[in-house]
């Protein structure tokens, strides 16, 4: 599509039904697409989808949504061209992290793995085709995860059997590693196969969760990991110092809250996958007060919103999106928001110590 829209009189609700026309071509090229090379064609068009969608007005979470339902059915093609069809039959390729959360807009590292049934395959076959998978987000834009956790490692493509024991071990000895493949597992989404064989994973995990308190503080004990040089969620994602003058949305804003709210919805053995939701149910639940539900909710928008205003700025000037905003550039509002957004995370980290009794963990 012509960028002619971008300096014309065009009102706002014509530029978001020409942007939804072009989100729904994308769409069907996926679905069309006979070759890996024809859905990188597809994939490549979504960053600029996005900073359209972006100047356009469009606020945060319909964005998030959008990238959710284009990202999925690619995802889902891809496997199904690089894997044989038994193979797709008789497994389930689930993305984490924030893409299984439904909260990625620009793209990020690869979070994702596959689940067996007993005799789908040989594992040459298995091997080859989870290799050309990676292969093809690496192609479409998705780095490869520094921590490996994609189907290119055989940790992450197991029977559904061994997967199943491997959850078990999660929670009964809970080291380091442990911790963190559990964090990231409780965001999975199925995205393509057989759906049951991914639930019957989840189903050890909350069926044995919350029995034991001390693995839940270790576990939740993570929202204070960027606070000092320690923590086992530190062995995933390195603490880089930025300087005085730089605040890293992501490791001060949205981990703290994604995590901690994660941390109550396993403690409580909620299912639900995205952080509003999980948000939702524990207010439901009678576990979050209305008005702090309603402050997670909003600051989980904000620090999005401002991760992907940043990140499309850095990527017009030629640099690779980070989680890093200037605190000083920042202009007044969004200052401000800024500001109350991470008063209403320390407010929730004070909750949590208190929940999960952080403070004798130290």
Known sequence: MADAFDNSPVEP??????????????????????DVRSLQQAALQIPD?????????????????????????????????????????NSCLFVM???????????????????????AADDATVAHA???????????????????IMVSNPSWRQRVDDFSRTARRWLLMPDADGLMSLSIFLDARPVCGDPAL???????????AGGSDAMLGRFAAAI???????????????????GKQSIDIKKLGLFPLVHGVRSIALQLRVREIGTVGRIAALQAAGVLPPAMACDL??????????????????????RSASNTVQWDRLGPLDSGLLAAALGVVKQFKAMLRQRFHLDALS
Not at 50 to 73: D, E, S, T
Not at 226 to 239: A, I
């Open 13 to 34: 609700l014509e530029v978001l039904g020409l942007l939804s026309e072009q989100a729904r071509a994308v769409r069907q090229q996926v679905a069309l697409a006979s």
């Open 224 to 242: 204070d990991a960027f606070s000092e040089s320690s923590g086992w969620w530190n062995r995933w994602l390195p603490n880089v110092d930025h």
């Open 97 to 119: 992290g924030s893409e299984g959360r439904g909260e990625q807009i620009l793209k990020t590292d690869q979070d994702n793995g596959l689940v067996l049934r007993d005799g």
């Open 297 to 318: 909710a909003d600051s989980l928008r904000f620090f999005m919103e401002l991760k992907l205003k940043t990140g499309l700025a850095e990527l017009d000037a030629g």
């Open 49 to 89: 989808l996005v900073a359209r969608l972006h100047r356009a007005g469009c606020k945060v979470a319909p964005i998030a949504a959008v990238v959710q339902a284009l990202n999925a059915p690619l995802f889902e093609r891809a496997w199904q061209l690089v894997a044989p069809p038994e193979l797709v039959a």
């Open 130 to 148: 989870s290799q050309r998978f990676s292969e093809a987000l690496r192609a479409f834009g998705y780095p490869d995860c520094p921590g490996g």
């Open 198 to 208: 991914l639930e019957r994973v989840r189903g050890e995990i909350f069926e044995l």
